[in-house]
Structures are given as C-alpha cells and as structure tokens.
C-alpha cells in the first residue's frame, strides 16, 4: 500500500494541483477539459471549499504532492444537497502504488462527515483504472452516457457510478 500522507488541501499545493491536472488534461481522457486552470484557480477552489465545508484532500509523500481528491455537490439543485461528485488525479509518476485507493477512502470518510449520504463518480472516457479504482472502494456502476466527449480526435463515454455513504462502509 501507499506510504504517504493524507491531508486537507490548502493554497500551498495549488501549484502543485495545477501540475498534476495538467498532465491529465494534456494526456488522458479522464477529465473532458482541453485547458488545465492555472494555480490561481485551484487556490480559489480550495478556499471555497473550505468555507462551504466540503473536502478537498491531497496525498503526500516526501514533501511533495502525490495526488488530489475532492468532493463537491453533485448539482446545485437543492435536492441535490446530500449528493456529492468526486474528482481525484494522481500524478504521474506516483500512479500504481495504491495511492489512489488511499486517497479515495479518505475522500470518501471525510464526505460522510460533510454531511454527504452518496457520492458519484463521474468517469470521462470511461477510463478502466479509474472504474476499477472506484469500485475497488465499493461503487457502483450507474450507467453509460455513450458517444458524450471528444478529444484527442476520439468519441468518448462517461461512465457514472455510485457509492452510499449511509451504509457505514468505514473500510470502503
């Protein structure tokens, strides 16, 4: 398993948060964005974050950020509030050493104490490891949105899966 520490994120790692999605969103599919937000925003969201109560955690290792996970409301409909959407990226050059398992379980405890009941994951390109990944911590799949995204001259899935943090899964 991972040897690495989770914490709340703060304005200090947005550089370091800025880097990571930036791979992504230059080379995966993971995420459906073509231009990664500079520093500057992610400070932004982490602050807001904050103040609304919702968990945005990052994954450390040696003094350096491993990987980032959050949890937002799902839609801003207010029937919605008890529903959050999960974001996590990993770095790299960190990725297959667990981290993710981690970092998501941690994810997923601290949006139970945010007052969360279910969680959903949003997985663009209906990328196999972050489907694995999720239901490694106990999702669901939910569904298949086909032919949603385009990017790298590719049609793309999005595949949605689901997870009810009212079963007290301690351990997801």
């Not at 974050?49 to 990052?58: I, R, T």
């Not at 959903?120 to 999702?139: M, R």
């Amino acid at each position: 398993m991972a040897d690495c520490a989770i914490r709340p994120a703060s304005a200090d790692d947005a550089q370091a948060i800025a880097a990571i999605y930036a791979w992504h969103v230059a080379n995966g599919t993971g995420t459906f964005d073509i231009e990664a937000p500079k520093a500057a925003a992610w400070a932004g969201k982490i602050a807001d974050f904050a103040a609304k109560g919702w968990p945005f955690l990052v994954a450390e290792g040696e003094g350096a950020v491993l990987g980032y996970a959050y949890a937002a409301r799902f839609r801003d409909r207010a029937a919605y509030a008890r529903t959050c959407e999960d974001s996590i990226y990993i770095a790299h050059e960190a990725r297959g050493q667990g981290i993710g398992t981690v970092l998501l379980a941690a994810l997923i405890t601290a949006a139970r104490t945010a007052g969360f009941e279910q969680m959903i994951a949003v997985v663009g390109g209906g990328e196999p490891a972050s489907v694995a990944l999720h239901a490694k911590c106990g999702f669901a799949h939910a569904g298949r949105l086909a032919r949603v995204g385009h990017k790298f001259g590719r049609v793309l899935d999005t595949v949605y899966m689901q997870c009810d943090l009212t079963l007290g899964r301690d351990d997801p």
